[in-house]
């Protein structure tokens, strides 16, 4: 159970002053959404007149359009939108599913509000809203056990063949949920690559309606990615059921809280030691715990935080991030901890790609879950990653073994390529992760946090 009595402006106030708060104007991806009988419209006006937003034409038109698939949602009846029957006799409303958004634009520029707006007026159930990297780990699982469940393939019969998981998978989310609301829509793995046209064919065809955000536009999906020509197929299919919107803007998270507070140290400063151990004794006050390891299971593997004291644990960067570690593991962590203090983090650069893509799953897991992070790094925010350095020669060998594991053929053009699709992938997700670290140094994150924490309990 989550702890809501200890604060960040508590624990600025008790850690020796070591700095001010921070400016306490509202971060737009922290804003209360309430749902309006206006619908999208009304929420976004009522933010407007209370001053918790400033006019943004873009942001405008971006309500306007989601406006109208709320209104196309009203009148669609599912169930005759995916059977024949339906198809052909359906007369008292809308039997075929509206077209859903694909909203894409730079980091922190509101995208992932506009469709919380949505989401939350939208009036039906069953609707979900995932990030779109937990939506493909939950994907990998079934597929998994559906492989475990399937009969044994008889290597007898020229007729036996392996039954194709993704049909019924398809229908098995369908059936469970057909408004989808993907936030972070990115695809940087080959095994996603390889089946999302299948699958989001099944998923249109019955009836669900997708609304995502997104950095790209959907031609520079997987762009230079491996075996880049069995996943373009998907574009057109993505870009005929739903319609790509942009949203250009500013970062409104870096912006609004350009001043970094202490909960950033410099690890290169003799006494972040000392400042470190102090928080955490503060920490665990409100615990009311003792230290002592605790252990995190994941899929069967057993992850030991030495130093824990009920939701806070108190690790390292080599600890989480050179690691065999992934997605599924920094989620797990999100649910077991609600504040962790993750000690030096090094200068990161595309040379480092195991490492850096961990950091950066990692810090897209934590922000989407709400943990208070507490870091201490090599060098101020803004410095802490090296964007103009290429992949080394032991990436490109991982990414070719990966290749190979996949069956997949590689070209010499396709060996440059990795590294492109690297460097552009990873400068894309590195401005993502610096907007995202800004923002979780600010007392509105933590208190969204605590209110979250509060809401769960």
């Known amino acids: 159970m989550r702890k809501a009595a200890w604060s960040f402006v508590s624990y600025h106030q008790r850690s020796f002053q070591i700095c001010s708060s921070l400016q306490s104007q509202a971060v737009q991806q922290d804003i209360a959404i309430e749902k309006s009988e206006h619908g999208p419209e009304g929420t976004y006006k009522s933010l407007l007149e209370n001053g918790l937003l400033k006019v943004d034409e873009e942001q405008q038109r971006v309500v306007y359009r989601l406006q109208k698939l709320y209104q196309d949602v009203r009148t669609y009846n599912k169930t005759s939108a ?9 007369f008292s409303s809308q039997s075929s599913a509206p077209r859903g958004v694909y909203l894409y634009g730079s980091v922190g520029c509101g995208k992932t509000m506009l469709m919380d707006m949505l989401y939350k007026n939208v009036d039906i159930r069953p609707k979900k809203r995932v990030h779109f990297n937990q939506f493909m780990i939950d994907v990998h699982k079934r597929i998994h056990q559906f492989k475990l469940d399937a009969p044994p393939v008889d290597h007898r019969s020229k007729t036996s063949k392996p039954l194709d998981p993704i049909p019924p998978i398809a229908k098995d989310i369908s059936d469970e949920t057909w408004f989808l609301c993907f936030d972070e829509f990115q695809v940087t793995d080959v095994a996603d690559a390889m089946i999302l046209r299948r699958l989001f064919t099944c998923l249109f065809e019955n009836g669900v309606i997708v609304i995502a955000t997104s950095n790209r536009h959907p031609q520079d999906l997987y762009k230079n990615g491996l075996q880049r020509g069995n996943f373009l197929p998907f574009i057109p299919i993505l ?188 400068i894309f997700a590195i401005e993502r992760t610096v907007s995202r670290l800004t923002e979780m140094q600010s007392e509105q994150y933590w208190q969204a946090s605590e209110d979250e924490s509060n809401n769960q309990n």
């Open 239 to 426: 870009e005929k059921y739903c319609e790509v919107v942009p949203l250009s803007g500013v970062d409104y998270r870096r912006l609004e809280f350009s001043d970094i507070s202490k909960t950033y140290f410099n690890s290169q400063d003799a006494s972040t030691k000392d400042k470190l151990e102090e928080v955490f004794k503060l920490l665990c006050e409100n615990e009311k715990q003792d230290v002592k390891p605790k252990t995190v299971e994941v899929y069967g593997r057993n992850n030991v935080f030495q130093r824990a004291c009920g939701k806070v644990a108190f690790t390292s960067f080599d600890e989480l991030c050179r690691k065999a570690l992934g997605a599924a593991d920094y989620i797990a962590f999100a649910k077991a901890f609600d504040t962790i203090i993750l000690t030096d983090v090094p200068v990161m650069s595309p040379r480092r790609k195991v490492e850096l893509r961990r950091f950066i799953t990692l810090i897209d897991n934590f922000y989407d879950n709400k943990v208070r992070l507490i870091l201490s790094a090599a060098q101020p925010l803004d410095n802490l990653f090296i964007t103009n350095e290429t992949m080394n020669d032991y990436d490109a060998e991982a990414k070719r073994m990966l290749m190979d594991d996949l069956g997949l053929i590689g070209t010499q053009d396709e060996d440059h390529n990795i590294s492109l699709f690297t460097a552009e992938e990873e």
């Open 82 to 90: 995916s059977n024949l029957f339906g198809k052909l006799f359906s």
